[in-house]
Every structure is written in structure tokens, then in C-alpha cells.
């Protein structure tokens, strides 16, 4: 008898299923007890509709070693992939309870504006440790982003990554092209412009969908979505986002940014994603260097409004954290007084000298 499309595996592998979380890309996700180690993962098993396809076993294989070969604390850690008896390809990964910055917009439409340089700062570095690797993410959107309930930043779904890079395989084949030309994939109201015509996606890809996850969050909505598919491509293909498109209030610098990141052509955005990082920690001079605790507060203030159904966040679960002076300030000051005291003093000498 085959298995029924909603019943709940007794094992896969060494654990035990306890809730499907859902489905991704390439199969159903299940939240597993490792009794070995007591704790809880996530297992990713292949759907049995595409398990025929040889290009999709290989992009399933691809993704756990894509994983194994990246090392950030905002990157999903993998712990085995397996092929069960019956012939399922199966993936276990670290279990990242939270919430999905999708969930968070759909609650707060525009979060507080050390939240949103936390989150991008964060995944830009992730970003820029994958494509230091040779990876593309390729499918960037704020249900690929979890902030978990400790306060960290966790960037999500491997699953249709490409990478040029020379994995190595349990059998030790080489990771290869699994993209043909002209195909697009990832989500089309986060995409870049070239992938949009079936360019193969770069990492100045990836930076064009950081730069939309960045206009929801400071506007409230995303520019880019259409009425329709055709009308989103449009949008992503044609629409130009100006420094005046965003409040007077914000920094100059990060607007500055956010505009080249979404800048059509992909030679000019940021040369990489850790530069793009470095120009937003400029923006974040006056920030703690560990948001962790106060991004902590903040979430679960955010899930305590969700469980107690209120449209508004009480503000008294959580902490904003605090503002330092900014050193380039300080540093004028100081220069500006002590400029101001030798002149009086030069002033006073030659007064005297003078008179005399």
C-alpha cells in the first residue's frame, strides 16, 4: 500500500517526526526529535513527484553540500544527507525557531529602523560569505529570512542556489550546471532585472533583491509588485527608485546605498556584498555592536502580539538599544575647541607683541 499523502512517517532516518512544517522547493520539511543528542531539526525530504527527475536529485544533493560548505552563524547549518530504504533523498538541518521576516511584515509593515540595518547588515555579511564561496542564492525574499527567538538573523533556503565552485559529492562528482540558459527561477517579486529576462543570476543578483527586501521594510510595501506576473517584470525591469522615493528622515548614506543596490545595471551596484556591508555599518556607527539582545526583545514582543491577537506592539516588552555619539562628531568637536582656543591664544600673543 502507498504511503498517504498526510501520514506522518514513524521514522526518517535516526528521527522521530513530530509536525510537517510545510513545504520548500524541493519537498516537505517535517520538525524531527534526534534522540541521540536530545534536540530538535529539521528534516527536508524530497517529494516523490520529482524524485524521477535526475537534474532535481542533483540540486537536492547540492543544496546539503552547498551548506556543509558554508560557514556564518547566519547560514542554516546541515547535519547529514541520506537516502532512506525506500529510496527518499533526505537532508537534516539545525532547527531555527523564530519567525520569518515575511511573518514580521505581515504583522509590522515597518519595523523600527535599527531592526531593519540589523537584518540587512547581517544577511548582506551571510551573502557575502556564499559568494565568496562561489554561491548565489538566487531566491532572496523575506520568507527565506528568520530572525529566531534569540535575536539572531538566519538566512534561509538553499534549495535553488547556484554555485560555480567545486563541491565535492559523497561520490565525489563535482558540482555542475543545473540551470539551463534562458530559465528563470527564484521569486519574481524579488528578482533583478537580468534574471527577470533569463540572464544567469550573479551575486550583484542577490544584492538587487537585498535592495527590494529593504524598500518593503522602510516604505511599508514592496515598489516592484505588480498586478500581474507580466506587470511585476515590468515594474523590476523599468521602475528607477530615487533618493526622494524615501523619508527626509533617514540617513543619507543608507539611501545612497539602497539606490545603488537597486540600480539596473549590475556593474554598478556594490562591488560585493561585504562592501555593501561595510558602507551600512558606516550607517550603524552610533549602533551596539552586538544587536543581538535587543533584536531578542523585540521578537518576542512581536510573537506575544501575535499569540494575544492585538494590532499594535506593546512597546514595553522590548528595549530599543542605545545611541552613541558618533566618533567623526566628537572628533569635530574636540577639533573645533581646541582650534578655537589656539587661535585666541595665537590672537593674544600678537595683540601683545604688537602693542608693544
Not at 560569505?129 to 530572525?147: C, F, S, T, Y
Request: glycine share 6%; charged share 25%; net charge positive.
Amino acid at each position: 500500500m502507498p504511503e498517504a499523502k498526510n501520514t506522518k512517517p514513524s521514522k526518517i532516518g535516526g528521527y522521530t517526526p513530530t509536525q510537517e512544517l510545510g513545504s520548500g522547493a524541493m519537498g516537505k520539511l517535517w520538525l524531527c526529535h534526534d534522540k541521540s543528542l536530545d534536540r530538535m531539526v529539521v528534516v527536508k525530504q524530497m517529494q516523490q513527484d520529482i524524485e524521477d527527475s535526475d537534474v532535481n536529485i542533483r540540486r537536492f544533493m547540492q543544496e546539503g553540500n552547498i551548506l556543509a560548505h558554508l560557514n556564518h552563524p547566519a547560514i542554516t547549518k546541515p547535519y547529514a544527507l541520506w537516502k532512506e530504504k525506500d529510496g527518499k533523498l533526505s537532508l537534516s538541518m539545525e532547527f531555527v525557531h523564530g519567525l520569518t521576516l515575511r511573518q514580521i511584515l505581515d504583522k509590522v509593515k515597518q519595523p523600527p529602523l535599527w531592526v531593519i540595518e540589523a537584518i540587512l547588515h547581517e544577511i548582506l555579511c551571510a551573502l557575502g560569505e556564499a559568494h565568496r564561496k562561489g554561491i548565489v542564492h538566487r531566491d532572496l525574499k523575506p520568507a527565506n529570512i528568520m530572525i529566531d527567538n534569540d535575536g539572531r538573523i538566519h538566512l534561509l533556503d538553499f534549495g535553488i542556489a547556484h554555485t560555480e565552485s567545486p563541491l565535492s559529492f559523497s561520490k565525489g562528482e563535482q558540482a555542475e550546471r543545473l540551470t539551463q540558459t534562458g530559465a528563470i527561477l527564484g521569486t519574481v517579486t524579488y528578482m533583478s532585472p537580468e534574471q527577470t529576462v533569463g540572464e544567469e543570476a550573479s551575486p550583484a543578483s542577490d544584492l538587487f533583491a537585498v535592495g527590494i527586501i529593504a524598500c518593503e521594510m522602510l516604505m511599508g510595501q514592496n515598489l516592484f509588485r505588480g498586478t500581474s506576473f507580466s506587470d511585476t517584470m515590468q515594474r523590476i525591469q523599468k521602475l528607477k527608485v530615487t533618493e526622494k522615493a524615501f523619508s527626509k528622515e533617514l540617513p543619507s548614506r543608507l539611501k545612497k546605498l539602497i539606490v545603488k543596490l537597486l540600480n539596473k545595471d549590475p556593474r554598478k551596484r556594490p562591488l560585493t556584498a561585504f562592501d555593501a556591508a561595510e558602507q551600512l555599518s558606516m550607517v550603524m556607527r552610533n549602533l551596539p555592536r552586538d544587536m543581538v539582545p535587543y533584536m531578542a526583545s523585540w521578537i518576542l514582543a512581536i510573537k506575544d502580539s501575535i499569540k494575544q491577537k492585538t494590532e499594535s506592539i506593546d512597546e514595553t516588552l522590548f528595549m530599543n538599544p542605545p545611541t552613541y555619539p558618533s566618533h567623526f562628531k566628537s572628533y569635530f568637536f574636540k577639533g573645533a575647541a581646541i582650534g578655537a582656543i589656539l587661535a585666541g591664544i595665537i590672537s593674544f600673543i600678537l595683540v601683545h607683541f604688537i602693542s608693544k
